[in-house]
């Protein structure tokens, strides 16, 4: 079912603002295109509400922090027109400017889906600081063993924002408070590549943007995207022995050239029960 809204995506080529990670603005915008999405990257406060009202979806990363005031504006405008908003919540645990802005944000801004790696999700969830910055920290990667807890954390978020919550890493965990999936694809080498994060949190606003009255399906073709994308990847990687910066490539070909019968093919996706 999750490869219906590639499709979707292709057909409506929505465009999408992201005000994100100035590290990683481009590969957003590429993976966008790959996607069949457009890109706009206006971070600019004088004009980001008014970009955003020609828009499909926003996407707001914390990696971009210092355009809070951007970011407010242009979030409270797309709630205004119905325009779903994504958070990634980038390292929203390591610094009070960004456990102050992330709450700042979820008080003025209704999201559709809030997208993070564990240790941000954690946070998010407990109100809690700390985390390892932009990369997960050890304790808080997703295993078989800590698995139900992580789907409990993703419940408690998305019950309290009313969020779709999307948590991502070697397992992806995404819920809306009632329903629970649970991705067991991708590969190591993604965590390798600078922005995987950031270019998932804008495939999310493109797939939302397709299907902007299922978040939580939205964030889970995204991550499966994102996930077989990676995948195919890394299978050329190791065929032609190459490394992390030809991956990147690799994975923006893989995503351009992704059919939904290779989406859907050894795709492991399932609704977590417990």
Same mark, same amino acid.
């Given at each position: 079912?999750?490869?219906?809204?590639?499709?979707?995506?292709? %057909?409506? =080529? +929505?465009?999408?603002?992201?005000?994100?990670? /100035?590290?990683?603005?481009? $590969?957003?915008?590429?993976?966008?295109?790959?996607? &069949?999405?457009?890109?706009?990257? !206006?971070?600019?406060?004088?004009?980001?509400?008014?970009? #955003?009202?020609?828009?499909? @979806?926003?996407?707001?990363?914390?990696?971009?922090?210092?355009?809070?005031?951007?970011?407010?504006?242009? &979030?409270?405008?797309?709630?205004?027109?119905?325009?779903?908003?994504?958070?990634? +919540?980038?390292?929203?645990?390591?610094?009070?400017?960004?456990?102050? #802005?992330?709450? *700042?944000?979820?008080?003025?801004?209704?999201?559709?889906?809030?997208?993070?790696?564990?240790?941000?999700?954690?946070?998010?969830?407990?109100?809690?600081?700390?985390?390892?910055?932009? %990369?997960?920290?050890?304790?808080?990667?997703? #295993? *078989?063993?800590?698995?139900?807890?992580?789907?409990?954390?993703?419940?408690?978020?998305?019950?309290? #924002?009313?969020?779709? =919550? !999307?948590?991502?890493?070697?397992?992806?965990?995404?819920?809306?408070?009632?329903?629970?999936?649970?991705?067991?694809? &991708?590969?190591?080498?993604?965590?390798?590549?600078?922005?995987?994060?950031?270019?998932?949190?804008?495939?999310?606003?493109?797939?939302?943007?397709?299907?902007?009255?299922?978040?939580?399906?939205? @964030?889970?073709? !995204?991550?499966?995207?994102?996930?077989?994308?990676?995948?195919?990847? *890394? =299978?050329?990687?190791?065929?032609?022995?190459? &490394?992390?910066?030809? /991956?990147?490539? %690799?994975?923006? $070909?893989?995503?351009?050239?992704?059919?939904?019968?290779?989406?859907?093919?050894?795709?492991?996706?399932?609704?977590?029960?417990?």
């Amino acid at each position: 079912m999750l490869e219906e809204y590639l499709t979707r995506v292709r %057909d409506r =080529a +929505p465009l999408v603002q992201c005000i994100t990670n /100035f590290v990683t603005v481009n $590969d957003c915008a590429n993976v966008l295109l790959a996607a &069949g999405a457009s890109p706009t990257m !206006a971070h600019c406060r004088e004009e980001a509400a008014e970009v #955003t009202e020609h828009c499909q @979806a926003l996407v707001l990363n914390l990696g971009a922090v210092e355009w809070r005031e951007a970011m407010l504006l242009a &979030g409270r405008r797309a709630n205004e027109l119905g325009i779903p908003v994504v958070l990634d +919540p980038v390292g929203v645990g390591t610094t009070s400017l960004r456990r102050r #802005t992330a709450a *700042e944000l979820l008080d003025q801004v209704k999201f559709a889906v809030i997208r993070g790696n564990a240790s941000e999700i954690r946070a998010l969830a407990l109100g809690s600081a700390g985390g390892s910055g932009v %990369d997960v920290s050890a304790a808080d990667a997703v #295993t *078989e063993e800590n698995l139900p807890r992580a789907a409990e954390l993703v419940r408690m978020l998305a019950r309290r #924002t009313g969020a779709a =919550a !999307a948590l991502s890493g070697v397992i992806d965990v995404i819920g809306d408070g009632t329903r629970t999936a649970v991705l067991r694809n &991708g590969c190591a080498s993604m965590a390798r590549i600078t922005g995987s994060g950031c270019m998932l949190a804008a495939l999310t606003g493109a797939f939302c943007a397709a299907a902007p009255e299922e978040p939580f399906l939205a @964030a889970a073709a !995204a991550a499966a995207v994102m996930d077989r994308a990676g995948e195919l990847a *890394e =299978a050329r990687r190791l065929k032609n022995g190459t &490394g992390t910066a030809t /991956f990147r490539t %690799d994975f923006i $070909d893989a995503v351009s050239n992704l059919t939904p019968e290779q989406l859907k093919e050894g795709l492991r996706c399932e609704i977590y029960q417990r």
